[in-house]
Every structure is written in C-alpha cells, then in structure tokens.
C-alpha cells in the first residue's frame, strides 16, 4: 500500500505563463543588439571586455549565490552585459572584472540575491569602478579604428600594478582627429556642441553601448510591447529629462543645449531603457513609477549641469534606487472602496 | 458623467475557454446513489425529517431549515433513504449526509408541490417562500437566497444586481440559463424586486454573451424594471463589488456592506430557480452545471440531480479514470476549489466540475523572490498592494498586513497569483495571514 500523499492545491489554479527566467531572457536577447553594435564599434577589445565582464558576474553569482542554481533566471547575464556597456571600450580587462565582481557582490548577493537589492547592481559596479580607476573609466577611443578588429586596444590587456601605455598616442595613429572626449565633456569644458546624426550613428565617442540612441530605443520598444519593460518609467524619464533641458535652453541657449542634445549624449538612453527600468530597484506602484522616473530625468540634468562629472545618469539612478522604497511608501494605490465620507 | 464604460479598473483577461456555451442543456441521468450534505449552503446545517430505510419520493422535503440562516432539502429523486452519516466535502472535512438509494425503475416524477399565489405574497412571504425551496446562492458561495434579498434594517435598496458576468474561465452554465430560461429568469427577478422592495433590476451581462443580453431583453418586462446590461469582458467582473461598480459606478465603502450603496446583488441561475420553484411551490432538487476541461470526451452544460457524486458526473462526460495527473476543479478556475475526493457530490453551490491535466494547473513552477515587477498591483481589482502584501506575509508580519495594507478587502479574486511571474503563492498567504488574524482576533 502507498501512503497517500498529501497535497496543497489551492485556487487560483490557473496562471498566465510569465516567468523570472522568460523575462530576464527577452532582456539579455534585447542587449544582445546593443553588444553587436559595439563590438562592430570598437573591434575586438569590446567583445574581450563584455566576455569578460559577464564571466566575472556570473562567477560572483556562483560564488555567493543561493542555494541552487541561481545562473538559470538569467539576471547576472544582464547584469553583466549592461555593466560592460557602460564601460568604455579601453577599459583595461582586469579591472572590468573587478567591476563585475563588485556589481554581483556588493550591488546583489550582500543584499540577499535577486528581488532584495536595493540599487541597481550593474550601476553599483560601475561606480565602484569610477572611484576605484578614475583615469581608466574615463580614457576614451574612437570608434570605427581601422584595423579594428585584428588588434586589440593598448590598454585592453593592462595588468594590476602596470602603467597603462598612452592611450593617445595609439588613438592618434588609430583615427585622425579624434579628441579623447565625450560630447558631454566636450559641451561642459569646451562648450561644443555635438551634433545630433553623430549619436545616432555610433559616431560620438562613448562607453561601449551607449552610442547609438536609435538601436538602444529599438530593442526597448521590443521589450516594452512584449510586456517584459515597464515603459512608462522610460517615458518619464526622458520625458523630464527633455522638459528640464528645454527650461533651462530658455533661461540661455547659448550656455546650454537643447533637449535633444540632453537626450542623445552620454548614457541617458541606456540609463532609461534598461538601467532604470530594473525591477527589483523601481518602485511597484503606479504613481511611484512616474515620480521614479521623473527624479531620474530631473537629476540627470542637474548633475550633467552643475556637477563635477560629465555624465550623471549613473548617479541619478542610484540616488532613485534609494528613494524607490520611500516612493512606494507614499504613492500606495487607493483602495477600492476607500471612499471619502460626504460631509454632512 | 453621461457616458461610461460599463467595467471596472485593473483586472485581467484569462483565455475564456468558453467551448461549452454553444451545447444545450443536458439531463443527466440518475446516479444510482445520491449524497446529500445537510450543509450546502453558509449558515446553520438543515436537521434531517427522514430515517434511515424511509423511501422519499422526488422533490419531497427530507431535511428542514434550522432558524433564518438556514436551508432545507429536498429529494433530488425516488428511493430509499439508507444512512445519515460522515461523507467527504470538496474542501476534505467530512460531513453529515444523507445517502439516498435510488430505484432504478422509477419514473422519477417530482412530487406537486403547493403553488402559493404569488401575485398576493407580502415580502416576507416571499422570502420564506424562497427559503422553503431551499435555494441558495447558485454562483458558488452558497448564501441562503432570502437572506440575500432581505435588506437589512434602514437600508433602502434602489437597485437589485443580477450577476450573469460569469468571467470565470471555462464556466458557461449561467449563459446557457439566460439563453434557455430566459422567462424563469425574469420571473425570479419580479419576485426579487418584491422580496427586496427594489423599483428596479439590472442584470450585469459579460460583452461575450450578448446573445444573452439580447435574450433577456427580449422577454424583460415592457415598464422597463429589469434590463439587461453588457459589460467589458475582464476577470472578476463577476465579483460584487466590481459589477456593482460597472453598473451603477458606486463603490462599497471599506468594511460596508452592498446594501450601503443601495444596492443587492444575486447570481442569474438562483433568480431562474426563484422564477421556476418559487410559484411551483417546489424545491432545489437539481441544477445547470458546466463540465468541462480538455479531456473531457463529452464536455457541456448538465442538468444535475443535487447529490450527484462526482465520480458518477465524470463518467458519464466521459472523464477516463481521472487519476492523480488530473485534477478536478469545483467551481472556476480561478476561484474554484480542488477536489478533495471523487466521492464528493454536486451540492447546491457547484457551478462547474473541470478536469484540468496536471501540465495545464499552477503547479511545480520554481518559486522565485518577489523581483517587485509590480504587476500584481497592475491587476488587483481592490487596488491593494499584493506585492507588499506577499513580502509581509514573509516575514508573518500579518498585523502590519491587516492594518496598514488592507489586507481585509481582498477577496481571493486570484488575479495577483496569476500573474505573478515568481510564480507566488500570493492569494494562500493572504488566506493563511486572513486565518490567523481572525484567530488572533477572536483571542
């Protein structure tokens, strides 16, 4: 006789289908795009530079992940590819590795894992990296190098204790004419203007996956209609971060650039497509994502402005990833039937 | 505001699976061997009037109410009472129940009963009357019918909701009695109205089912008390507080009941049940019931005798052996309970049996932590936080649930389970954190 198995089955009995794993994957298949476009950028130091960085993630889940097979549900990939594409493409190997150890431990296993970190790992990583290499993160090469891909960038194969070669040198020699700095950097020191077709055609100088505004809209669309993204903290976020850029473009164009330029430069896209949208650090309710994404905007611009860096949409999104639990607090949806007594 | 849809906020549409509503209603034979639970309904249980080896005849009353919040029962057919003890009940407590023997050459004619004249019957009369039928809540909950459309004291009731939304998945009973009994129906509802002193009726109708909105209608009276109403196909636009707000755009207070707002609300089978038995002067001894399911061989809408046992229901459909890779569902399901037994009877409150094989069920999904999609607070119709509530449950912070999230105001709907892509058992936390605070209340 066997013994009669007791089982819990309780209604509802049906579910939708959705899945951790099938979003996380449709995520990875999103940046996948992203990847391409830069490593066809930049050559073979961008793909040495993602591999890398998705490995040290995905080791660093390994390592301190729960029990079980937590590499299945996909997050460490994305949080490895996203971290790689904030990067620039010289970013010594090494170091990209450091980022990604630091992105999966601090920004996520210290926290209890997937669904408990309270910033965005990737972003984590990247800031770890800002302090910890200043030169580095923001040593810059031009993309479409001939000869790109048969030879790796100088400083790609860097080890810990050496001195990087000079990186300008070999951008020199690489591509005529190149300065060495963003159009971020090159608006708030040298008050140039980049025009607009060079972000949309990868011809900016950039992190790796940042440069094309166009491809990094395209594979959010794909998310965003499949369901797996919530687009309205995208719309917010670029929404306020034009509307600020335009306010301030009023107050004096010529000290400032438009919204366009606001929207186009640096790694705003990147930041509101796929950074911003991470759902374990974004608030859940409906309000909250609004004013979520409104900080985002807002605070990019004003870093970008009035801050000591360039860029500030690393920043933005953190200091957001912290409020979000507060967000949530103060934006609960109203209860249905929660009704105001009429006065009498 | 003049024009609004007729809907509710949130919600979710599951495939409806909706294949049976084309089949007419069936009879189903009788099962050799009935099961009848002295407590089909919610309230007191009925106290037997038979013994064991007494013969019963078909509609004759063989259980009476015990006080207001109960019902009585009647012999879904000829034969011979055998026993009244323990049976097995969907949700697995055994239960007191006579167990009926039929007799297989019977003609099984129903017992007259003594038509009252309705036309002449004060409120109240009709309410006992309905009480005397023994029907309760056909759409799942079971309530005693007349305490439903007795208003409570001070209240003053302007409109009486019929629900005939059945937004669960698979269900297509209630259509086919709208599409079938459609002057039963409204002849129920004319007796509601007295019973409740409501001036009018509006039956809230899923926008899939507009032939029954056109039916009913049709055959409505001509002062325009009852009409008929289609509303936006959207899970659970069949639950009382969102059709009362897809109809009249009124919203239940926290903690009130319907009536607050002026308003009732009945399922359409109970009404064609009240229009049918009440001015027979008969009682419940059967009901429409869909079964259905992918391996059902012969899926449809049956007339089933009260008492009969699953087991028997699901061979005559044609549900090869459902073994334990199978699961049979007692009502929708979204909200329906898992069978417990194959000996469990259809009583009263059974709107569906589905046989769902096991890779279809919400099973065996790899629980992850909540990664704060906020899709379940996309969907819930009551505009909780079912997110928060989850992570609370977590942590077994259930007064922080009941106090500061509302916890109180769900209703099981299921709409956060299904959707939750960490595949979280949200809605059995809520009922396990809802038990123990009525626990902790109660000291």
Same mark, same amino acid.
């Given at each position: 006789m066997?013994t009669?198995r007791?089982?819990?089955?309780?209604?509802p009995?049906?579910?939708k289908?959705?899945?951790v794993e099938?979003?996380?994957f449709?995520?990875?298949?999103?940046?996948?795009p992203?990847c391409?476009?830069?490593?066809w950028?930049?050559g073979l130091s961008?793909l040495?530079l993602?591999?890398?960085?998705?490995a040290?993630?995905?080791?660093?889940?390994?390592?301190?992940?729960r029990?079980?097979?937590?590499l299945s549900?996909?997050s460490?990939t994305?949080?490895?590819l996203?971290?790689a594409?904030?990067?620039?493409?010289?970013?010594p190997?090494w170091?990209?590795?450091v980022a990604?150890f630091?992105?999966i431990a601090?920004?996520k296993?210290?926290?209890?894992? *997937?669904?408990?970190?309270v =910033?965005?790992?990737a972003l !984590?990583?990247?800031a770890?990296v800002q +302090?910890?290499? $200043? #030169?580095?993160?923001t040593?810059?090469?031009?993309?479409f190098?001939?000869?790109?891909?048969?030879?790796?960038i100088?400083?790609?194969?860097?080890t810990?204790?050496?001195?990087?070669?000079d990186i300008?040198v070999?951008?020199?020699?690489?591509?005529d004419g190149?300065?060495?700095?963003t159009?971020?950097?090159?608006?708030k020191?040298?008050t140039f203007?980049t025009p607009?077709?060079d972000f949309l055609?990868g011809?900016?100088?950039a992190?790796?996956g940042?440069?094309?505004?166009?491809?990094?809209?395209?594979c959010g669309?794909?998310?965003?209609?499949?369901g797996?993204?919530d687009?309205r903290i995208t719309?917010?976020?670029?929404?306020?971060?034009?509307?600020?850029?335009?306010g301030?473009?009023l107050?004096?164009?010529?000290r400032y650039p438009?919204?366009l330029?606001? *929207?186009?430069?640096?790694? =705003?896209?990147l930041?509101a !497509?796929?950074?911003?949208?991470?759902? +374990?650090?974004s $608030? #859940?309710?409906?309000r909250?994502v609004?004013?979520y994404?409104?900080?985002i905007?807002v605070?990019t611009?004003m870093i970008?402005?009035?801050?000591g860096?360039t860029?500030?949409?690393?920043?933005?999104?953190?200091i957001?990833n912290?409020l979000?639990?507060l967000?949530d607090q103060v934006t609960q949806?109203?209860?249905?039937g929660?009704v105001?007594?009429k006065k009498a | 505001?003049?024009?609004r849809k007729?809907t509710f906020?949130?919600?979710i549409?599951p495939?409806?699976?909706k294949s049976t509503?084309?089949?007419?209603?069936?009879?189903?034979?009788?099962?050799?061997?009935?099961?009848l639970?002295?407590?089909q309904?919610?309230?007191?249980?009925a106290?037997?009037?038979?013994r064991?080896g007494?013969?019963v005849?078909?509609g004759?009353?063989?259980?009476?109410?015990?006080?207001l919040?109960s019902l009585?029962?009647?012999?879904?057919?000829?034969?011979v009472?055998e026993s009244i003890?323990?049976k097995?009940?969907a949700?697995g407590?055994?239960?007191?129940?006579?167990v009926?023997?039929?007799y297989e050459?019977?003609?099984?004619e129903v017992?007259w009963?003594?038509?009252?004249d309705?036309d002449?019957?004060?409120?109240?009369?009709?309410?006992?009357?309905?009480q005397?039928?023994?029907?309760?809540?056909m759409?799942g909950?079971?309530f005693?019918?007349?305490?439903k459309?007795t208003p409570p004291?001070?209240a003053v009731i302007?409109t009486?909701?019929i629900?005939g939304?059945?937004?669960?998945?698979y269900?297509t009973c209630?259509?086919r009695?709208?599409?079938?009994?459609?002057q039963?129906?409204i002849r129920g509802?004319?007796l509601?109205?007295?019973?409740c002193?409501?001036p009018r009726a509006?039956i809230?109708i899923e926008d899939?089912?507009l032939?029954?909105?056109?039916?009913l209608?049709?055959?409505?009276p001509?002062?325009?008390?009852i009409r008929a109403?289609?509303?936006?196909?959207?899970y659970?636009?069949?639950a009382?507080e969102?059709?009362?707000?897809?109809l009249?755009?009124?919203?239940?207070?926290?903690?009130k009941?319907?009536s607050?707002v002026?308003v009732?609300?009945?399922n359409v089978?109970t009404?064609?049940y009240?229009g049918r038995?009440?001015?027979?002067?008969e009682?419940?001894?059967?009901?429409v019931?869909?079964?259905?399911g992918?391996?059902?061989?012969r899926?449809g809408n049956?007339l089933?005798?009260i008492g009969?046992?699953?087991?028997?229901?699901?061979?005559?459909?044609?549900?090869?052996?459902?073994?334990?890779e199978?699961?049979?569902i007692?009502?929708?399901p979204?909200?329906g309970e898992?069978v417990a037994?194959l000996?469990?009877p259809?009583v009263?409150g059974?709107s569906?049996?589905?046989?769902?094989p096991?890779?279809?069920?919400a099973?065996?999904?790899?629980i992850?932590?909540?990664?704060?999609?906020?899709?379940?607070?996309?969907?819930?119709p009551?505009?909780l936080?079912?997110?928060?509530?989850?992570?609370?449950a977590?942590?077994r912070?259930y007064?922080?649930?009941?106090e500061?999230?509302a916890?109180?105001e769900c209703?099981?709907c299921?709409?956060?389970?299904y959707?939750?892509?960490s595949?979280?058992p949200?809605v059995?936390?809520?009922r396990?954190?809802?038990?123990?605070l009525?626990?902790?209340?109660?000291?």
């Amino acid at each position: 006789m066997t013994t009669p198995r007791i089982e819990l089955r309780a209604a509802p009995h049906l579910v939708k289908g959705a899945s951790v794993e099938r979003i996380m994957f449709h995520v990875v298949l999103a940046l996948l795009p992203l990847c391409a476009f830069s490593v066809w950028q930049y050559g073979l130091s961008a793909l040495a530079l993602i591999v890398t960085v998705t490995a040290a993630c995905l080791g660093t889940e390994r390592l301190f992940g729960r029990a079980g097979n937590t590499l299945s549900d996909w997050s460490a990939t994305i949080t490895g590819l996203l971290l790689a594409l904030t990067l620039p493409p010289s970013f010594p190997l090494w170091m990209g590795a450091v980022a990604g150890f630091a992105a999966i431990a601090l920004g996520k296993a210290l926290f209890g894992g *997937l669904g408990f970190n309270v =910033l965005n790992p990737a972003l !984590v990583g990247r800031a770890f990296v800002q +302090a910890a290499f $200043p #030169v580095a993160i923001t040593t810059w090469v031009p993309a479409f190098a001939p000869g790109r891909f048969g030879e790796f960038i100088p400083t790609t194969f860097t080890t810990p204790l050496m001195t990087p070669p000079d990186i300008a040198v070999w951008a020199k020699h690489a591509l005529d004419g190149f300065t060495g700095a963003t159009p971020l950097a090159r608006w708030k020191f040298e008050t140039f203007f980049t025009p607009a077709q060079d972000f949309l055609t990868g011809a900016a100088t950039a992190s790796a996956g940042e440069t094309s505004a166009v491809l990094i809209l395209l594979c959010g669309l794909y998310l965003a209609l499949r369901g797996f993204m919530d687009w309205r903290i995208t719309a917010a976020v670029l929404v306020s971060a034009a509307l600020t850029a335009w306010g301030f473009q009023l107050y004096d164009a010529a000290r400032y650039p438009g919204p366009l330029f606001v *929207l186009l430069s640096g790694g =705003l896209m990147l930041g509101a !497509v796929f950074m911003a949208t991470d759902m +374990a650090t974004s $608030p #859940v309710t409906p309000r909250g994502v609004w004013i979520y994404g409104a900080i985002i905007g807002v605070l990019t611009v004003m870093i970008r402005y009035f801050g000591g860096l360039t860029e500030g949409v690393m920043y933005a999104i953190l200091i957001a990833n912290a409020l979000s639990p507060l967000i949530d607090q103060v934006t609960q949806p109203r209860v249905f039937g929660a009704v105001k007594e009429k006065k009498a | 505001m003049f024009w609004r849809k007729h809907t509710f906020a949130r919600g979710i549409h599951p495939e409806g699976h909706k294949s049976t509503a084309g089949m007419p209603i069936r009879r189903m034979p009788f099962a050799p061997r009935m099961i009848l639970p002295l407590a089909q309904h919610i309230g007191k249980p009925a106290v037997p009037l038979v013994r064991a080896g007494e013969e019963v005849v078909r509609g004759q009353p063989i259980a009476r109410a015990d006080g207001l919040m109960s019902l009585p029962l009647h012999a879904p057919a000829d034969g011979v009472v055998e026993s009244i003890e323990l049976k097995p009940s969907a949700r697995g407590p055994w239960v007191e129940s006579i167990v009926l023997r039929v007799y297989e050459a019977s003609t099984q004619e129903v017992r007259w009963g003594l038509p009252p004249d309705v036309d002449r019957l004060t409120p109240q009369e009709i309410a006992k009357a309905i009480q005397d039928a023994g029907i309760a809540g056909m759409g799942g909950a079971a309530f005693p019918a007349h305490v439903k459309l007795t208003p409570p004291k001070g209240a003053v009731i302007d409109t009486l909701i019929i629900n005939g939304a059945e937004c669960e998945p698979y269900l297509t009973c209630d259509h086919r009695v709208m599409l079938e009994y459609p002057q039963d129906v409204i002849r129920g509802i004319q007796l509601a109205l007295r019973a409740c002193g409501a001036p009018r009726a509006l039956i809230g109708i899923e926008d899939n089912k507009l032939d029954a909105v056109e039916m009913l209608n049709r055959h409505a009276p001509e002062d325009g008390s009852i009409r008929a109403q289609a509303v936006q196909t959207k899970y659970p636009q069949g639950a009382a507080e969102t059709l009362i707000y897809a109809l009249t755009g009124r919203e239940v207070p926290i903690g009130k009941r319907s009536s607050s707002v002026g308003v009732l609300m009945n399922n359409v089978q109970t009404m064609a049940y009240i229009g049918r038995l009440v001015p027979a002067g008969e009682g419940v001894i059967e009901r429409v019931v869909t079964v259905a399911g992918p391996d059902v061989e012969r899926p449809g809408n049956y007339l089933v005798p009260i008492g009969t046992p699953m087991r028997y229901l699901l061979e005559y459909a044609g549900a090869r052996s459902a073994t334990s890779e199978r699961q049979i569902i007692l009502g929708g399901p979204m909200m329906g309970e898992a069978v417990a037994s194959l000996d469990v009877p259809i009583v009263k409150g059974a709107s569906g049996v589905l046989v769902m094989p096991e890779q279809e069920l919400a099973r065996n999904h790899r629980i992850y932590p909540c990664i704060k999609c906020g899709e379940c607070v996309n969907v819930c119709p009551k505009g909780l936080n079912p997110s928060m509530l989850g992570m609370l449950a977590g942590r077994r912070e259930y007064e922080t649930m009941g106090e500061q999230y509302a916890l109180g105001e769900c209703f099981e709907c299921g709409c956060c389970s299904y959707v939750c892509p960490s595949h979280i058992p949200l809605v059995q936390q809520f009922r396990i954190a809802k038990g123990v605070l009525r626990e902790r209340a109660a000291g």
